[in-house]
């Protein structure tokens, strides 16, 4: 990826200052949310007993568990707009330059949107959550996200069945992404 980058197409090269903020917007925006993604699956089916001997019982739920993760843990909890034009949204006038801090994670535990928002159902049909966020911008990496997330639970799930988080996990304080620090886990 970093190779076609720096070698550009018919339209022309990237600057050097391009480049460098590219490399740090993909890292971040690829590495750390996958990361995630995956801590927070193994702490909810910590927490969730049903919900993994169901998937143990049936990887094939494995799709629909990790959208569930990206539901209620979503990694990314915000996104930004800058409003271009004056816009009306649900009886709110905004007008052109104002900054919107868009909150994902809320949207995805709305009680208008889901059922039961707050509770992990390994198994929740229409899950149209907004953990890569939607229209022009959508997350480019989400199926080798998905696919990334989907991989590491099963496979060390199928590993170590009887895992058990032990005492110590901490969450990262940062209010953008959601996930830990550190998730000490025992793997019996
Ligand atoms: C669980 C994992 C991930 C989550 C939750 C996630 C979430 C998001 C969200 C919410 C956006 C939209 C930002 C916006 O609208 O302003 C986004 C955009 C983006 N993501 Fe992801 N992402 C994940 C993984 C990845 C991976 C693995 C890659 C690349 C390897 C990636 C690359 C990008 C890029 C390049 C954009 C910008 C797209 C654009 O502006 O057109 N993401 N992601």
């Known amino acids: 990826m ?5 070698a550009g197409d018919e339209s022309g090269q990237l600057t050097e200052a391009e480049l460098y903020q590219n490399c740090i917007f993909i890292l971040n925006a690829g590495h ?20 993994r001997a169901d998937l ?4 094939a739920l494995i799709g629909p568990v990790v959208e569930e993760v990206l539901r209620m843990e979503s990694s990314n909890q915000f996104g930004n707009r800058l409003t ?40 929740r049909r229409r899950n149209k959550h907004l953990a ?17 997330g989907q991989v590491a639970l099963a496979r060390l799930l199928s590993r170590f069945p009887d895992y058990q988080i032990a005492d110590g996990a901490e969450r990262s304080n940062r209010i953008r992404f959601r996930g830990y ?8």
């Not at 970093?2 to 720096?6: A, E, S």
């Not at 271009?84 to 994670?105: K, R």
């Open 2 to 6: 970093l190779t076609r980058l720096i």
């Open 84 to 123: 271009v034009e004056d816009l009306s949204l649900y009886g709110h006038d905004i007008a052109a330059g104002t900054d919107l801090h868009l909150c994902i994670g809320a949207a995805n535990r709305d009680p208008e949107a889901f059922v039961a928002p707050n509770s992990f159902q390994a198994d």
């Open 132 to 148: 890569f966020g939607s229209g022009a911008h959508t997350c480019v990496g989400l199926t080798l996200a998905r696919m990334e």
């Open 181 to 188: 620090t550190c998730l000490p886990a025992r793997l019996n």
């Open 32 to 51: 750390e949310t996958t990361t995630n993604l995956i801590g927070n699956g193994l702490a909810l089916l910590d927490t969730h007993r049903e919900a």
């Open 56 to 59: 143990l019982a049936d990887p």
